[in-house]
């Protein structure tokens, strides 16, 4: 029998997984563009990473693009006013 998942399990659910699947598509779409070594040799620094660290650091700062966003969407859903309280868009002026 499946367990159901309270409100924070959800909630976390809600978040991370569009983030991650977010992170995943950008990461895909931006590194078929820009090749690794060429974006560390844009940066000036004695500290060398494989293309794979950089992949790593370029999935990991989309996915903190995804999730910030996502939380902030999942924020302004929670925190919106009572319908009542908003002026009717279709009412007669």
């Not at 983030?19 to 990461?27: E, K, P, Y």
Request: with cysteine; glycine share 4%.
């Amino acid at each position: 029998m499946p367990r159901h998942w309270n409100w924070r399990q959800r909630s976390l659910a809600i978040v991370v997984w569009p983030s991650f699947l977010a992170a995943c598509l950008g990461t895909l779409l931006f590194f078929a563009q820009v090749d690794a070594t060429r974006l560390q040799d844009a940066f000036v620094s004695d500290t060398r990473f494989s293309d794979h660290a950089i992949y790593s650091i370029g999935f990991f700062f989309f996915w903190l693009i995804g999730l910030v966003a996502a939380l902030m969407a999942t924020w302004l859903l929670r925190t919106e006013r009572k319908r009542k309280d908003f002026p009717s868009i279709d009412a007669d002026h």
